[in-house]
């Protein structure tokens, strides 16, 4: 039964991460990017806009607590599936990711439309200095990254040879090497991409590219070790710890990438109060 | 260290590129063996055509203001500080205006240095 009170214990640190403190900590950072990058915009538009993606999360806070309280009856039974569990949580996370996605790319769209009404920059000044992988992100980090993928590979090629039901083989790790490989295309945009925000700071780009690639590298790591954990868990008869794993998972990259926001929010606001000497 | 390119400038954006790695490279900012960035990444960051850019790094190394070490990347020349001091453009103005200060002394006209300087633009070396 530990399984299954862990389990809700990680569920309602989800909620509560997840839906009800990053749409707090999202809607502070828009604000101060907003302000930052888009001083012109209509601040009536976004803080309407906000509140509608600040009520739409305690709708799924309410909707998370409704689902707590039945996984609680379920699971207090001894024989609990853990098959509807694991599907339930799955299209919760689903739920909750949602706004967040739908807003980011709704921000994307109100800077592009802002970006094609402003006249283009006439004065272009950048910091003459050459970017490379590991100004941003450690070597050892790489090296874990990289070792990772071959150690999960092995991994997955030596169950491969004793499969046992339910194990998804090649299949599993197809998947992790496109994620790798989009990943690796996406450190590489991210280094080397146009500037096309003429409001954007030297000094936030280059906070921005350094965020964004070590979101990318961590992640990286994040998926071979929980995929390695729910293969071993599997593996040892223990399917009943996959929906805890899964939601802890999950409520640590949320947490990652709040202190990121955290991150992008304090040099937006440092944009804001002045141009920095980096800058 | 910053560099800024002015696109309502008359000076060509190459040339004010030039001309403010060479004024870094002579204040000391700019230190031999410093590393550059790359084409692309200049271009990017600057919104320019790479060929804008490739086209002063060219020039600058042709002047041996800067050195590209193959995959390693652009790099400050050893001597990158003596040979921003040598002018090339001024140079060759000077030397063509003592030739044609002779030429005219001789009695060609300059209709005929001219059309002489075309035609020895044109010869093939």
Redesign the interface.
Known sequence: MIEAYAFLAAFSMQILVVSMLHPVWFTKFARAKGEAQLPGWDRNFRERFLNLYRAVNIGITVFGLVLLGWLFNHMRSPDWDVGPVTLLLRGYIVVQVLPFVIVSLIGAWVKKNALKRSPPEVKRTVRLQRRGLFDFVSPLTVFLAVVGYFLFAAFVIYIQQHPFPGFSGYRLLRAVTLIYAVNAFGVYWVLYRRKRWPLETSAYRMHAVGVQIKIVFYTSIAVIVFLSLNVTLLLLDMQRWVPFALSVYFVLIMLFTSVMLFALRRQAEADRLGPSPAS | ????????NSVPQFEQLIEQ?KA?VKAGV?KAGD????I???A????LNSKTVAKAYKLLERDSVIETKGYR?TYVHPRAKANCKINLQEWTLRKLGETVAELREAGVTDSEIRNAFVGAINRQP
Do not use: C, K, Y
């Open positions: 260290m910053d560099i800024t390119i002015d696109i309502d790695i870094a700019l590393a550059l960035p790359s692309r990444q200049l990017n960051d600057l919104e990347g």
